[in-house]
């Protein structure tokens, strides 16, 4: 970039324009077009002369130290991989200069994604499913789960326009109350066709039986599973309630096919993406619901939408 300006300069100048003119026009200093001319005419190149500018800390070995250091542990702060620098290599640079060294060899510092602990096991078991279903048409993922909500869940995306002094104003703080506020749990189920009603997992945590009884038998047995026919297969991932021997054994009873489900896998659900689309429509909801009795309206009437 800096030589394709340097050569519009020189020619801009071989043209009859003059500084002020070069400069307008390429909207830069008057003195960085004078010093390029300059540079020009003593040495009839576009670079800049050899040995001018500060002279970079480290060399070609010290940058391919930190840029070999960071995939071998992605979360090293700046000031430990100085250190470990100034320990192999006896160079002493700022952090600031670590963070320059690594955005030069493409790496730069961002929040983690988030998902599940898993064991080389694992990660074979999420291969194997994903390749086993990847020829699947929309058509074939029905799909039940729970979620929890609570009124001030901070999820990462909430916003405030604030100008740099103003960080702890009052109208720019985010009030968070204890828990959240409470939460309320909710179970549902989707296809391409159709959803089942909402269910509100009240006054204690979901069992088994209350799988069974709430959600299950009156929800997916009657009327879901007969209104998608026979092709219906129930997927619910692996949290202990749905895996229950009891579950297993109610759901052979009752003739509904479920899918075998590999372990520590929820974020492989589908349903996942509507509860989150679900929950950011319920977040934007103005006004936003307070107490949890504004939240369980919010959400009955988000999810009949």
Not at 53 to 63: I, P, V
Not at 79 to 88: D, H, K, T, W
Not at 180 to 188: A, D, K, L, T
Not at 217 to 231: D, L, S
Request: net charge positive; aromatic share 8%.
């Amino acid at each position: 970039m800096l030589l394709k300006m340097s050569a519009q300069i020189v020619a801009l100048n071989n043209d009859g324009r003059n500084v002020r003119y070069i400069a307008q026009h390429l909207n830069i200093a008057q003195s960085t077009v004078q010093d390029t001319l300059s540079r020009f005419l003593e040495t009839n190149e576009f670079t800049r002369r050899p040995g001018s500018g500060r002279r970079r800390s480290t060399n070609a070995r010290d940058d391919r130290f930190l840029h070999l250091s960071v995939p071998r542990d992605r979360g090293l702060p700046a000031n430990i991989l100085a250190g470990r620098l100034a320990a192999a290599r006896g160079v002493t640079i700022s952090e600031q200069t670590v963070r320059r060294r690594l955005r030069e060899g493409g790496l730069s510092s961002k929040s983690p994604a988030a998902g599940p602990r898993l064991t080389a096991a694992h990660r074979r078991a999420r291969l194997e499913f994903a390749l086993q279903y990847v020829d699947w048409d929309v058509n074939e993922w029905r799909v039940t789960d729970e979620s929890r909500f609570s009124p001030r869940s901070p999820d990462g995306r909430e916003k405030v326009w604030r100008r740099p002094e103003e960080r702890y104003s009052q109208c720019c703080i985010s009030p968070r109350t204890g828990f959240n506020g409470g939460s309320i749990m909710v179970w549902g189920g989707i296809s391409l066709d159709a959803r089942t009603d909402l269910v509100f997992v009240e006054n204690a945590a979901m069992t088994a039986h209350r799988y069974i009884l709430e959600c299950v038998e009156p929800h997916v047995v009657v009327p879901y599973a007969p209104f998608i026919g026979e092709n219906f297969l129930l997927m619910d991932d692996n949290a202990r309630p749905h895996r229950a021997r009891i579950v297993d054994q109610y759901l052979e009873q009752v003739g509904v096919q479920r899918l075998p489900w590999p372990a520590c896998t929820p974020d492989l659900n589908p349903i996942e993406h509507v509860w989150d689309f679900f929950f950011r429509r319920v977040r934007r909801r103005q006004p936003r619901p307070e107490t949890l009795n504004d939240l369980r309206v919010a959400l009955e009437e988000e999810w009949h939408k």
